[in-house]
């Protein structure tokens, strides 16, 4: 079972790819730093969920 921080972590930096691409393609420094900053933020939050799952996992087998 996936964690629901993980899909939306994986979401969240999808949405930053293609928001850094828009500002990239036009020309607009602060629409791709936003980008960058959604994707880094999906980062974090799909890591969180993948740590939630682990620990999830790891009860489950005691």
Same mark, same amino acid.
């Given at each position: 079972?996936?964690?629901?921080?993980?899909?939306?972590?994986?979401?969240?930096?999808?949405?930053?790819?293609? !928001?850094?691409?828009?500002g990239?393609?036009? /020309?607009?420094? =602060?629409? &791709?730093?936003?980008?960058? +900053? %959604? *994707?880094? !933020?999906?980062?974090?939050?799909?890591?969180? /969920?993948?740590? =939630?799952? &682990?620990?999830?996992?790891? +009860? %489950? *087998?005691?």
């Amino acid at each position: 079972m996936v964690d629901k921080d993980r899909m939306e972590g994986k979401t969240e930096q999808a949405k930053g790819s293609l !928001k850094k691409g828009a500002g990239e393609i036009m /020309g607009d420094e =602060k629409i &791709k730093a936003e980008g960058q +900053a %959604d *994707k880094a !933020k999906g980062k974090v939050q799909d890591t969180y /969920g993948a740590a =939630k799952d &682990k620990v999830r996992d790891a +009860a %489950d *087998k005691t």
